[in-house]
């Protein structure tokens, strides 16, 4: 039997890297991937094959109504995994799959391929302090995380529809607000200034702004930085429960360093660190440190940067 | 009101012991509540606060467990429910049945509050299992929860957006830890926690729920080195400024 491996992030840029996720554990075991969507097919979205879920339920679409979708197309087509884009909403798509078939799911993983009756992926778990190797039989459901494939450049050629039928929700939404981000998308940045509880007030903020604009880098920051004070918006959380980065230069400003943090930055290729406390854990996980004081060291460098450009 | 909290006893991130192989120690560390349960224990506490009632605390958990019960019933929970099994002999389906079949034993909650993961291993997974196995709505993330007569407003915290959403009870909900700032416990409290009802049930009494789960398994692990140059450069600012550019620009970072 070929497996056949579904995919299904209701975040388009997630979607397009589960799509080549699906296509690389496909290939690898002679099987097929299938894009799944939601109501209609996305623009946006590219796989070699898509099935478009219908039913009763109109958007916005809860989690409820998606996982009920997918289990109902499951039924019929018989995945043998079933890939979810370890989002916040993902995660809950994930978990009720899981819990309808009975199946085993694994959480934001990579390196996933299907063995014999299993499917294999990695983890990082404790903080991202270890990898955890994990095994489920199949079918299995595995929240991938974000990042950890590249985009899938296939155009979509084959749609395919499933009726779903009568789905309700119990869960109404009433309305979403857009959290605002920054210019540069912090996942994506070459570059990234993120600054911690070193800075003093929030007017000191833009300053932090402005080296990073001159370094043509994305800013973020530590957890109490955005949930705490508020001074930058959640999206800008790195860490353990924000987002995890992977720049060429990480530099932290300010921020101590705790292993919540340091587990969203841990596959950075450099990372730089400025902290008036010598003996700040963030040391222990940077390649270049200097102890002293922010609101000296952050202008030099801007300065300095600036004279290496001219 | 009543009101079900599921916390977990988890391995200390921040004490995990790995050995010179790079193996982790994980039987052998100190384990403590995970951190981001305090929230979800917070919040079911100010809710009684609020409206009366009663907070019960459910884990599944080897004997060590009673601890992270015991500290919730410090912060001011009314009684706990200990299944017992051994770590590693769950995965997160397994975990969900064992939570769901004693919720159910125990009957007519009006809310199930979950943390937004754990701080150990952060799948996520359990409260939206949870959900389905009760037969329940689900809202994860919730960064505020308020009342309105048989209905909760919840808004949710996701990626791109705050989302505002409303369902009628009884539901399982998962809270993100900016939700509230958790209390420490007094002294007295942690003394009276002890006399509070803690219930043992081992999971075979949970039925054909007590055997099995989505059979996901833990081949091998592995500490994650942290390979990183530990160079300490020195100077006033502006020459710490320079020595750190020309150093990111030979690693090729910055242009040169």
């Keep these: 039997m070929t497996p056949l491996v579904w995919a299904y992030s209701e975040s388009d840029e997630a979607a397009n890297e589960l799509s080549s996720?699906?296509?690389?554990?496909?290939?690898?075991?002679?099987?097929?991937?299938?894009?799944?969507?939601?109501?209609?097919?996305?623009?946006g979205v590219r796989g070699n094959n898509k099935l478009v879920l219908k039913s009763s339920a109109r958007p916005p679409y809860t989690s409820e109504v998606v996982?009920?979708?997918?289990?109902?197309?499951?039924?019929?087509?018989?995945?043998?995994?079933?890939?979810?884009?370890?989002?916040?909403?993902?995660?809950?798509?994930?978990?009720?799959?899981?819990?309808?078939?009975?199946?085993?799911?694994?959480?934001?993983?990579?390196?996933?391929?299907?063995?014999?009756?299993?499917?294999?992926?990695?983890?990082?778990?404790?903080?991202?302090?270890?990898?955890?190797?994990?095994?489920a039989p199949l079918p299995s459901i595995a929240t991938v995380r974000i990042g950890a494939y590249p985009p899938e450049s296939a155009a979509s050629a084959k749609v395919q529809e499933f009726e779903a039928g009568d789905v309700p929700s119990r869960v109404k939404i009433l309305r979403a607000t857009k959290k605002e981000s920054g210019s540069i998308d912090i996942r994506k940045a070459k570059t990234v200034v993120s600054v911690g509880r070193g800075i003093k007030k929030k007017e000191d903020i833009s300053m932090m702004e402005g080296l990073a604009k001159t370094m043509g880098a994305a800013l973020g920051c530590s957890r109490p930085i955005s949930s705490d004070l508020g001074w930058l918006p959640e999206e800008c959380h790195i860490g353990l429960t924000g987002i995890s980065v992977s720049p060429e230069l990480y530099l932290a400003v300010g921020i101590s360093g705790q292993l919540q943090h340091v587990a969203g930055i841990k596959d950075s290729k450099v990372i730089a660190a400025i902290n008036s406390d010598k003996d700040a854990p963030i040391f222990q996980a940077a390649d270049y440190g200097i102890v002293g004081d922010l609101y000296q060291l952050v202008p030099a460098i801007q300065r300095a940067f600036s004279a290496r450009k001219s | 009101m009543r009101v079900a909290v599921c916390v977990k006893h988890a391995v200390d991130e921040t004490e995990l012991r790995i050995d010179q192989s790079g193996t982790p120690l994980v039987e052998g560390s100190p384990s403590k509540m995970s951190s981001f349960d305090k929230s979800a224990v917070e919040e079911a506490v100010r809710m009684r606060a609020a409206r009366g009632g009663e907070v019960t605390i459910f884990t599944v958990g080897s004997p060590d467990a009673k601890r992270t019960i015991k500290e919730?019933?410090?912060?001011?929970?009314?009684?706990?429910?200990?299944?017992?099994?051994?770590?590693?002999?769950?995965?997160?389906?397994?975990?969900?049945?064992?939570?769901?079949?004693?919720?159910?034993?125990?009957?007519g909650f009006d809310m199930v509050l979950c943390a937004e993961g754990s701080s150990d291993t952060y799948t996520g997974q359990v409260p939206p299992m949870l959900a389905e196995l009760l037969a329940l709505p689900f809202v994860g993330y919730a960064r505020k929860i308020e009342f309105k007569d048989h209905v909760v407003d919840v808004e949710q915290s996701l990626e791109e957006s705050v989302t505002s959403v409303e369902c009628a009870l009884p539901l399982v909900v998962s809270v993100v830890s900016e939700i509230n700032e958790p209390r420490y416990p007094t002294l007295i409290q942690i003394m009276q926690a002890s006399k509070k009802p803690l219930m043992d049930v081992p999971r075979d009494t949970?039925?054909?729920?007590?055997?099995?789960g989505g059979n996901v398994g833990v081949v091998s692990m592995s500490g994650k080195p942290m390979n990183r140059k530990h160079i300490m450069i020195e100077g006033t600012p502006d020459e710490a400024a320079k020595k750190l550019l020309d150093a990111l620009a030979s690693e090729g970072v910055i242009p040169k």
């Design chain 2, 72 to 107: 919730a019933l410090a912060m001011g929970a009314d009684k706990g429910v200990h299944i017992l099994a051994e770590l590693g002999t769950v995965d997160t389906l397994g975990t969900a049945r064992l939570l769901a079949a004693a919720i159910k034993m125990a009957g």
């Design chain 1, 67 to 135: 996982s009920e979708m997918i289990f109902r197309a499951a039924q019929k087509f018989k995945p043998s995994v079933i890939l979810v884009g370890s989002t916040r909403q993902g995660r809950e798509v994930a978990g009720r799959l899981a819990a309808k078939m009975g199946a085993g799911s694994m959480s934001d993983a990579f390196a996933l391929r299907i063995s014999g009756q299993m499917l294999f992926g990695s983890r990082n778990v404790y903080a991202g302090r270890v990898v955890a190797q994990m095994s």
């Design chain 1, 21 to 43: 996720a699906a296509n690389q554990i496909a290939n690898a075991s002679a099987g097929q991937s299938t894009i799944l969507e939601v109501g209609k097919p996305r623009d």
């Design chain 2, 206 to 212: 949970l039925g054909p729920a007590g055997f099995s």
